[in-house]
């Protein structure tokens, strides 16, 4: 009996995160592949082709994305720099700070640098960045600022600093031992890095929508453009499967980069130079620009009615627009039940899945590896649109059903949920489970005494990622159904920034400060349970 | 009582533990000294069922414990770290291995509080594992192992990451607890005072296998080959007819009469006596005597017969 119930046990942990990710993720991935490889999909690749569109959008994709990235370095290169030579309270803090732009919903900063052109009038006029590829890479920068800040900068406090103290007491100027002893250490933080925030710009899709206006296209807006606006679904297949293989490509470039990234020195830094005062306030000042000034814009915005300041906007969301099926507040309300379901799979598929791939038989531990981190990687705009070309006819039709909402997210979720939980189970000492062992515990039994107890913790972390996701997504959910019931409060936003007239737009930018606290508070939550669990163990 | 026979456990083409057999007494605590690397640590976790065995037999009070997972062997282990489960409290800990036996909670409570008693530790149940210093977190890991009453504690360097004075207090603590408990250990270690200070017998091992097993002072009065008395940190052995003999560092004393001349090379001051080089027609040796005797001057030494030991050639 026992042996039933534990086999039993070892089959759900399986079945349950393998079905899941075979029917919502691979099953709609393979679809759009076969349309888009289809006799259909050929047509409509070699007409677009032939008209020159799919150099032009490809092109473009490469290049923004390059620009980004260097951009983001060439700016936050400096502030990684500051950042290692903090003490560790300040150090967190800052961390912390930065990271809150990285995680604001595509929306909601998209929305917030339109509020930034208005009030600035740069949306016309001699200097204009509305519907400009300049609106892009800020924004972009904007996001990718904390990837290299945190990523390099942790790296960096980890290098031994006497190395550069040795050089400067050699006669090597600050620049020279910059570029000669620091820069080449760094080298694997900044490449793997530097990967991360050009997939990141590559696979942009809210930002370029909204801010680089009707005429600029990435791959992932054509998709969008093409499956929502045109229903021409076989050049929008066309365009998913151009994205997929770049995407593919991306993926195994940047985990080659980690891979050859080197263990962290633990040592902390000891630094004798100190930062130049000018050039600290240099940095602290482009930080505060860049970061800040949107998103105090954004709340300025909200908060101006005509030419005075009040709540108006705020209280205005609760009224029916004509450009929404349903108010504002029920798109938030809406957003927070389907963050709740969407966390509660998420974590539970993300759990079980996590006891996979550390403890599953070999060739299932890969899959299951690499099965789970592909919807990270895959832009939500395929996973949208594979989930609404192949979950449309029964057995299977969610396109009418609530929980297509939740099941998309959660998609977009269970990867941060592994990847919190699976470096927990890792860091498990083997001895732990030996202990448990030899004092009568059943390999069942030990996963559920040690695994599971210990793994929550990286849970909660992973789930709260998940919730945060969920409240901002955008990408996959564009392309459901437009119902009151389904309607998110990014989807909301959007529409209601795609509308001109000065009171919506007040509207617009009372709903993504809201969005904004919502998911500011989830993530500094998160912060704060990480560290002190950091602390203890 | 514990026997194993012809015991072999491979890693790859490796012999760790290359057909060895011993057994250990119901009350008895052997101790296996040998270098890191010896297979020392791989024996301990053949028998507790952590690694397959090739070949040989390995039985507990008579059962064979091949064919049993390591829950149900019913042997005790206490590792290098403490391994303590750190999302548990301390009772939660010791009380691991009676919950899975499946005790009831009166009982568990009951023995929680008895261990504790015995570890030393009075008071401590409801203490955060990771408050615990390194000497609590391993009287704790005792306790646990000792919970569920093992007819066998099999003790993998327990004091390995404890400062010295701690491990001298817990060498000296351990057989009175062993004996207490009434149960069979053997305790595995690279350094000679735990060894002689915590077992009944000691065995050394090197590659695999046992070189020698008997009391303390037998291991340490006649080694039976000089790589084991080097190995036991002698260094007087010297060289006679073409055969080896160790020269015990007890065997000098100062003799104004007889004697052969020496030369004092060095002298240093160790636990209540002088550690004493001189050169000797034989090379240099060294000798614990009572007095210190004036670097650079020549002594008269005589060597008692009884403590030149010949050994085997290794």
Redesign the interface.
Known sequence: MTIFTSRAARWVTVFVPGAFVSLFFIYPVVTVLGRGLGSDGLTAFGDLASSGRIRDTIWFTVWQAVVSTLITVAVALPAAGIVARLSGRRQQLVRALVTVPFVLPTVVVAGAFEGLFDRFGLDSGTIRLRHTVWAILLAHVFFNYAVIVRAVGSYWAGLDGRLEDQARILGASRWRTFREITLPRLRPALLASSAIVFLFSFTSFGVVLILGGPRRATIETEIYRFAVTRSDLSSAAAMAVVQLVAVLALIVVTTRLERRRPVTATQPRRESLAVQPLWLAANVFVAVVLLGAPIGTLIERSLSVGDRYGFDNYRALGERVQQLPAPATTALWNSLVFAVAATAIAAGVGMLASLVVVHGIHWLRHVFDLGLTLPLGTSAVTIGFGILIALDEPPLDLRTSWWIVPIAHALVGVPFVVRSVVPVLRSI?P??R??????????G?VRR??DV??GLRGLVVGAGFAFAVSLGEFGATSFIPRRAELLTAPVALFRLLGTPGEQLRGQAMALAVIIMVMVATAVLLIESTRSSNEG?? | MLEIQDLVVRYGDVEAVAGLSIDVADDETLALLGPSGCGKSTLLRAIAGLEAMASGVVRLDGVDLARLAPHERGVGMMFQQPALFPHRDVAANIEFGLRMAGMEVSGRRRRVTELLELVGLVGYESRDVMTLSGGEAQRVALARSLAPSPSVLLLDEPFGSLDRALRDRLVDELPDLLRAAGIAAIHVTHDHAEAFGVGDRVAVMTDGKLLQVGPAEDIWRKPESAELARFMGHRNIVEREGRPFLVLPTAASVDAVGGVDTKVLATRFRDGRFVTSVKTDEGVLEFVLQERLAVGSTVKLTIAGDAVIPLERA
């Open positions: 000492d001895s732990l030996e202990a448990a062992a030899v004092l009568g515990a059943a390999p039994r005494e040690i107890p210990i203890s163990i």
